[in-house]
């Protein structure tokens, strides 16, 4: 029977205990085989304690369906994760299967370290039909299949709906930026700043950069220059000034909690299935509403997804392959995951669960509402496709997060915050 979902263990997105687990990856080489042709497979993770009870489930689910393949795991908070990882790379003895994301994926395939999945594909061991919204391909890269999507996200605005009702205000599709501004400014005027801030949401910026003509990055490096940057960054500055925009020093202070749920702003923009921590963090009810626009129509948005990657070096690219189809394709998988990694990426996943399934009636609501959110961006046909991401881009997305946070707290000017970051990502792309 598995245990009741706590609401307070879903604040924990990226944290985690080995203790979860029971078992840690162990040994030498990627994989490992028996006498009676039994495979052994080593798979490592990010998340919480959550995603970690769930996947735990599922794998014993593929082991009773395949019983010559067995598991071992290894599971980390996100910066641990890769901090190994990478380690286990320059060693040589990477997971045979591990949680991947888009900003990884040339990194790790320029050091040789990726399967090209598109062989398995081909001999019938993976399939790529069933995907929704075209997430089949969000792995691809230069021709080459590196990564299967195991769920979606995009990007949105969580609302204090409360306080925006209060307001008068009702963010529709197609709303631009200027009605976005206007609208800080009443909940401003209410007493509450509109929203936490803009400095360091960069795959905001993407999106605003996108609805420009640009992107954040290109496969080279990145996609806008000095200017872009000074005039977003501006902006942000004047936002805070104005009181439209929360007081970073306080959004600071209360972390991890959320500026939103702990009352220092009315909105927030994040991914779409992040909504549920707000309800676990906050005493209000909490909604999505749609990303403003430059021109009433195009918001440059995409789906975004954690993937299951596989290690070049594994001894067993058959059994990487069934292992990775299992967790996107089989029904019972949803069953169990839930939403916990997104909206699931493929058809008969998405049709297997349903948000009321979760005995927390809440996070109910939270997932539902995250479902309808997703269909309506597919219904306005407003979604496009990811701009791949250059080696280096994990780097660059790191400081992006901390000069901006530097730039808010007031330790930097806009001026210094730009050409420092640029600097960076100049030698982190190599572009120098």
């Known amino acids: 029977m598995q245990k009741e979902l706590d609401r307070r263990s879903l604040l924990k997105l990226t944290g985690g205990s080995l203790a979860a687990l029971g078992v840690t990856a162990a040994g030498c080489g990627a994989g490992s085989g028996s006498g009676d042709?039994?495979?052994?497979?080593?798979?490592?993770?990010?998340?919480?304690?959550?995603?970690?009870?769930?996947?735990?489930?599922?794998?014993?689910?593929?082991?009773?369906?395949?019983?010559?393949?067995?598991?071992?795991?290894?599971?980390?908070?996100?910066?641990?994760?890769?901090?190994?990882?990478?380690t286990q790379a320059a060693g040589g003895n990477p997971p045979d299967v591990f949680q991947n994301a888009i900003g990884f994926l040339r990194k790790y395939d320029e050091r040789n370290v990726l399967l090209d999945l598109r062989e398995?594909?081909?001999?019938?061991?993976?399939?790529?039909?069933?995907?929704?919204?075209?997430?089949?391909?969000?792995?691809?890269v230069d021709g080459k299949l590196?990564?299967?999507?195991?769920?979606?996200?995009?990007?949105?605005?969580?609302?204090?709906?409360?306080?925006?009702?209060?307001?008068?205000?009702?963010?529709?599709?197609?709303?631009?930026?200027?009605?976005?501004?206007?609208?800080?400014?009443?909940?401003?005027?209410?007493?509450?700043?509109?929203?936490?801030?803009?400095?360091?949401?960069?795959?905001?910026?993407?999106?605003?950069?996108?609805?420009h003509g640009k992107a954040f990055f290109t496969k080279d490096g990145l996609g806008f220059t000095e200017a872009?940057?000074?005039?977003?960054?501006?902006?942000?500055?004047?936002?805070v000034r104005s009181g439209i925009y929360a007081d970073p020093k306080k959004v600071a202070q209360v972390k991890p909690k959320s500026a939103v749920a702990a009352e220092l702003a009315a909105a927030e923009f994040t991914w779409d299935n992040f909504t549920v921590r707000y309800t676990a963090e906050g005493k209000s009810s909490y909604g999505l509403a749609p990303i403003p626009t430059t021109d009433g129509k195009k918001t440059g948005q995409y789906l975004g997804s954690l993937m299951l990657s596989g290690s070049r070096r594994t001894r067993h690219p058959r059994q990487v392959a069934q292992f990775i189809d299992f967790m996107v394709h089989d029904p019972e998988v949803a069953e169990i995951m839930g939403y916990d990694r997104g909206v699931p990426a493929t058809t008969a996943q998405y049709e297997a669960y349903r948000p009321s399934q979760e005995?927390?009636?809440?996070?109910?609501?939270?997932?539902?509402?995250?479902?309808?959110?997703?269909?309506?961006?597919?219904?306005?046909?407003?979604l496009e496709t990811i701009t791949?991401?250059?080696?280096?881009?994990?780097?660059?997305?790191?400081?992006?997060?901390?000069?901006?946070?530097?730039?808010?707290?007031?330790?930097?000017?806009?001026d210094a915050a730009v050409e420092q970051y640029f600097n960076e990502c100049k030698t982190a792309l190599g572009t120098r």
């Not at 940057?229 to 902006?235: A, F, P, S, V």
């Not at 730039?407 to 930097?412: E, I, Q, T, V, Y």
Request: proline share 4%.
């Open 146 to 211: 590196l990564g299967i999507p195991v769920g979606s996200n995009s990007m949105a605005l969580v609302i204090d709906k409360p306080l925006f009702a209060k307001a008068g205000i009702t963010p529709e599709m197609g709303w631009t930026w200027d009605d976005f501004h206007t609208a800080m400014e009443k909940i401003r005027d209410k007493g509450r700043p509109g929203d936490s801030g803009l400095y360091g949401v960069m795959y905001l910026y993407d999106l605003y950069l996108r609805q």
């Open 37 to 86: 042709g039994t495979v052994t497979l080593r798979y490592a993770w990010w998340g919480s304690d959550d995603r970690a009870e769930r996947i735990n489930k599922t794998i014993a689910l593929f082991e009773k369906k395949h019983p010559k393949i067995k598991i071992k795991t290894d599971f980390q908070p996100y910066l641990d994760f890769w901090k190994k990882f990478n």
């Open 120 to 140: 398995q594909v081909k001999a019938g061991h993976l399939r790529l039909d069933g995907f929704r919204a075209g997430l089949e391909k969000f792995g691809e």
């Open 228 to 239: 872009d940057l000074k005039e977003w960054w501006t902006k942000g500055r004047q936002g």
């Open 359 to 382: 005995s927390d009636k809440v996070i109910a609501s939270v997932n539902k509402d995250i479902a309808a959110y997703e269909e309506s961006l597919v219904d306005a046909g407003v």
């Open 388 to 414: 791949p991401h250059p080696a280096g881009a994990d780097v660059c997305e790191a400081a992006f997060l901390r000069v901006a946070e530097e730039l808010a707290l007031g330790k930097r000017s806009v």
